[in-house]
């Protein structure tokens, strides 16, 4: 059974953020699929931006399960990358999250749908949400701000800035109707930031944003984190990654198969480079002769080798392996980065 | 927050200039149709009665549909608006623009119908009436039908039995149960004001009229997170 938690300020027991006025949380709702979910129910939690997720799983009606016993824990001002190849989870969990869908089972702890200011904690933006589209991107942008608990003058502010900041200012007062799904897509990150959430979930934000926006969206994220707002952000991309969260979760096949903070994730893969070498013909023994700085990890197929100076290494382990009677098919080098942690983790390619 | 949706609605609306145009217009013409044609008056006061009515319900109803098939609804909710606000300040949304858009139509029913002053402001207060409960009971069909096609069946057949409750295909009142029907139902008010235009008498129905005016924005606030959730496809 599901067990979903919105926990207020007080840590009472609150209703699921989907379809409730001020609900009893007890009531039945239907995924995708139209199945009945479990009843809802509440537990004794926190009070602010914090998640906790137990053993999630959840199936698109009778497929195969999306997520697999997800287990997660963010603390209140954390900023956490989600980062998974397609297919890996990240966006239906990031739904749950966001109430959107429930759990087939296992538990979710979620903030209060509002603070005790009457502000909306959650902010998400997903894939493709709609918009009014004969109505302009600022107006779109301060409804929604508004909706969040903003007062008009507090909500025009704050939609400016952040209209400024990931540079739709230009086409802010043109329909939406006239966007491009770029354009589409940081109105909806701007709609979810405007009101200034406790709980920040973002489905792939840097999504085709130029290299300055990027960095302008990592500070807006990076401040709410200060100001102990708490982050989500899914990701196929790796390069925003480590200058944003201050944890990354990896997920493959609807399961955290590693996580940790940037640095120690970097550490478990060590500083040095891989190269896995396929050969085409090896003889019976195979006794390469390697200088000092590179070592031999396995001998197996693909025969992997661990090396200091990078990929200014390949030319001689070839020549190497060539003196010593193989024959080298293809060398793939694996620098000692966060695509490597997934991929020892996996042995699956990230992207 | 207060009545953002109503501030928005009125937006969208007159963002949309085609289709507002074309919701004044439609009615008028289907009204100038009937009142210059040869049909007996009081079959031209039914044919307004049940035009105006079918107008008001399916106009609310069509737009929450498209709305929550455009997931419009469910990102409104989870953004912060209540259900039971948002479908209210929908409905009242739905009913004024549905009364500015059949004003036109209704003033040239009137006309030719040689109705006095005080028989078209009854009218309107009337009109007003249906188009309220008109437009909570679209927010009903919205939810019930999965498809524009469905929505319209719906709103036909239960417009259809409501209309017949309300005494506008009858050439006089039923007894008994059936007249008692008529006393309690929504559009009679609107019917009898017409009706009043063609053949003088006191207007009835306004009792019933005021009392589900009253009663349907309570059962639409209770049911209203049942009732946008529904309206998600």
């Known amino acids: 059974m599901a067990v979903w938690a919105h926990t207020d300020e007080a840590g009472a027991r609150m209703a699921p953020p989907e379809h409730s006025d001020e609900g009893s949380g007890q009531e039945s709702r239907k995924g995708p699929a139209g199945r009945t979910k479990p009843a809802l129910s509440a537990e004794s939690g926190r009070a602010t931006g914090g998640v906790r997720a137990r053993d999630v799983r959840f199936a698109y009606g009778l497929g195969e399960p ?29 739904r749950i999250l966001a109430g959107d869908l429930s759990p087939d089972s296992g538990a979710v702890e979620l903030p209060a749908r509002r603070s005790s200011g009457g502000r909306v904690m959650l902010g998400y933006a997903g894939h493709g949400g709609a918009h009014f589209e004969s109505l302009s991107g600022w107006e779109n942008a301060i409804f929604y701000a508004r909706a969040g608990g903003m007062r008009r003058r507090e909500a025009e502010g704050a939609v400016a800035e952040l209209m400024e900041i990931l540079g739709l200012k230009a086409q802010g007062h043109r329909a939406v109707s006239e966007y491009t799904d770029e354009a589409r897509h940081r109105l909806l990150l701007i709609e979810a930031l405007a009101h200034r959430p406790a709980l920040t979930v973002l489905d792939e934000p ?3 944003m130029p290299q300055k926006t990027r960095e302008a969206l990592i500070q807006v994220l990076r401040l709410r984190s200060a100001q102990r707002g708490t ?30 903070r940037v640095a120690e994730l970097l550490a478990s893969v060590g500083s040095a480079t891989r190269l896995e070498v396929e050969l085409e013909r090896r003889p019976q023994q195979l006794d390469a002769r390697f200088r000092p700085g590179i070592t031999v990890v396995s001998d197996g197929d693909p025969y992997v080798l661990e090396v200091s100076r990078g990929s200014a290494a390949v030319g001689e382990v070839v020549a190497a392996l060539t003196a010593a009677g193989a024959t080298v098919k293809s060398v793939a080098v694996r620098e000692a980065d966060l695509a490597e942690v997934f991929r020892r983790a996996t042995g699956a390619e990230l992207q | 927050m207060g009545v953002i949706v109503w501030g928005l609605e009125w937006r969208l609306a007159l963002s949309r200039k085609r289709d507002l145009t074309l919701r004044i217009v439609a009615p008028l013409s289907l009204v100038l149709v ?38 419009i609804t469910s990102r ?37 119908l040689n109705a006095s002053t005080s028989e078209v402001l009854i009218a309107l207060v009337a009109l007003a009436g249906s188009l309220w409960i008109g437009s909570l009971l679209g927010i009903v069909v ?46 009679r008010a609107l019917h009898e004001a017409f009706v009043t235009m063609v053949a003088g008498g006191a207007e009835r129905g306004g009792l019933a009229a005021a009392a589900w005016a009253l009663a349907l924005p309570v059962l639409v606030g209770s049911l209203a997170p049942r009732l946008t959730a529904a309206m998600e496809r």
Do not use: N, W
Not at chain 2, 172 to 186: F, N, Q, R, V, Y
């Open chain 1, 206 to 208: 840097f999504r085709e």
């Open chain 2, 142 to 187: 919205a939810a019930v039908g999965r498809s524009g096609t469905e929505v319209t069946v719906v709103c036909g057949v239960g417009l259809v039995l409501l209309l017949h409750m309300s005494g506008v295909f009858h050439a006089a009142s039923p007894a008994g149960l059936g007249g008692m029907l008529e006393a309690a139902s929504p559009f």
């Open chain 2, 76 to 112: 409104v909710v989870r953004g912060g608006v209540s259900p039971k606000s948002y479908l209210l300040q929908r409905a009242a949304v739905g009913a004024v623009l549905a009364f500015v858009q059949l004003l036109p139509a209704a003033l040239v029913a009137a006309a030719f």
């Open chain 1, 231 to 260: 982050v989500v952000v899914a990701s196929g991309d790796l390069v925003p990654i480590p200058e944003l969260a201050d944890r990354i979760l990896f997920l493959h096949q609807g399961r955290v198969v590693a996580g940790g």
């Open chain 1, 66 to 94: 999306v997520l697999d016993g997800v287990d997660l824990e963010i603390g209140v001002g954390e900023v956490i990358a989600l980062v998974g190849p397609q297919g890996s989870g990240k966006s239906t969990l990031l």
């Open chain 2, 34 to 71: 009937v009142a210059t044609g040869a049909v007996p008056a009081a079959v031209g006061a039914a044919s307004y009665v049940v035009l105006f009515v079918a107008f008001g319900v399916l106009g609310t109803a069509l737009r929450l549909l498209r709305d929550g098939e455009e997931g």
